[in-house]
Structures are given as C-alpha cells and as structure tokens.
C-alpha cells in the first residue's frame, strides 16, 4: 500500500509539473507573439501599443512564484513600459495635432497612404512647389540630381538615348531610383504638358531619413510602389530614373 502511495504522488506531482510547464509555455508565448506582432505593424505607433501589451503580461508572468517574484525581470518589464508608454503618448499627441489640406489628404490617399500622417507631414514640411512649362526638362540622361521630384498635376516622358519608353504622370516620383542609389540617370525626364510638381533638396531629405526610422521606412515602400505601377504602365520597361 505504502508503495502505491509514494507512486501515486510521483504521478501526482509529475503531472503538475507538466501542467505548470505548458501553462509557462502558452504564456511566454502570448506575450512573444504581442512582440513578434509590433514589430510585424508598419505603424509605430500600433507598434508601441503591442510591444506595452507584450511587456504587461510578461511582468505578470514574472509574479508567477509570489513567494520568488523574478524582480530584476520585473524591474526591466516596468523600465520598458514608461519608455514605451512615453513614445506612445508623444506619437499620439502629435498626430491629434496634424492638419492637412484637402489637397494634401488626396496627396497623401493617392500616394503616401502606407506612410503615416505624422512622417507624411515631417516630409510636405521640408518639400518646395514648382509649376513647369511644356518641354521642361526635369532630368537630363547620365546626371546627377540634386532634387527629388513628385509629380502632382501633369505629364511627362522618359526617353532613353532619345527614345521614349514611358511616361511619368500624376503621384509618381521623378529621380527616386538615382536617389536611392547614388548613380546617375539613365533617362531623360521632359514635360510633354504644364506640370506642378512637389520637389525635394536631396542632401535634406537623405538628412531626415536618416534621422526618422519611420519616414525612412515608409518612403521606402512609397518607392516601392512607385516602381511597380511604372513597371506595369510602361509594360515591364524599368528606366533608373
């Protein structure tokens, strides 16, 4: 009997252990996936309010022995979440304050959508407005350029070695590929209709990336999208412009 008993507990207990385990396991697995997910988000800001989330349930997981709490883990959890609380609170009452025009909210729904409002306006307030006449030439083949245009409102072409291969039209980037790269065009860029165009310095701008993660990211994808509806407006003809 004594023998059955003394089993029994072995049982018992190793069943609680196994218990406590997958309990532990589903747990550092909630809150992983709360981190995995902010930093999944485009947005920073819903980055900070996952990455809070994740650090609140991890430091409750910390107090799972209250007799033992983990307290240099529990301390780290809390320094993480006033940090993240902070730039959450920042970021919020920056964007309460944004303001746009109406043009700038159908700049920013036609072609920065995937950049958010805050990054959008740290980008309008460093760009100048240009209007072109028919014929201007933005950017000349096997150049450097020193501005980075977008056109808002016109046309024009792109030639290569005086051959037109594509156009550029409305919410589309001249120069973005050059800028990014560093080397010279391997176009010609002219106006074939009066043009407004948005202009970027591209020693400023090239400053602000580097100093703003998120505008640096979200332009990346704004070019990227750029890219591909010229890919498929000019029929899979690529120009580096």
Not at 47 to 67: P, Q, S, T
Not at 116 to 142: C, W, Y
Not at 160 to 172: P, T
């Amino acid at each position: 009997m004594r023998i059955f008993v003394i089993h029994f507990s072995r049982m018992v207990e190793t069943y609680m252990q196994t218990q406590f385990s997958i309990t532990e396991f589903i747990i550092t697995s909630i809150f992983n996936l709360f981190y995995l997910a902010g930093f999944i988000v485009k947005d920073i800001l819903w980055l900070r309010v996952l990455i809070i989330i994740g650090f609140n349930i991890e430091l409750v997981y910390h107090f799972r022995d209250l007799h033992a709490p983990e307290w240099a883990e529990i301390v780290w959890c809390g320094f993480y979440i006033l940090v993240n609380g902070y730039q959450f609170t920042m970021l919020y009452r920056e964007r309460r304050n944004l303001k746009f025009t109406d043009e700038e909210l159908a700049l920013h729904a036609k072609v920065f959508k995937d950049m958010p409002k805050s990054a959008f306006r740290k980008l309008l307030n460093i760009a100048g407005q240009e209007d072109l006449p028919t014929d201007f030439v933005m950017v000349h083949q096997n150049t450097t350029i020193d501005k980075l245009a977008l056109i808002s409102d016109g046309l024009a072409k792109i030639e290569v070695d005086d051959a037109i291969v594509s156009y550029v039209r409305n919410g589309q980037f001249v120069g973005e590929m050059s800028f990014l790269s560093g080397n010279l065009t391997t176009a010609t860029v002219t106006t074939i209709d009066e043009t407004r165009c948005l202009l970027w310095d591209k020693e400023q701008l090239r400053e602000l990336m580097k100093k703003d993660i998120e505008v640096e990211t979200s332009l990346r994808m704004v070019f990227n999208s750029d890219l591909l509806s010229k890919l498929l407006g000019g029929k899979g003809i690529q120009s580096n412009i």
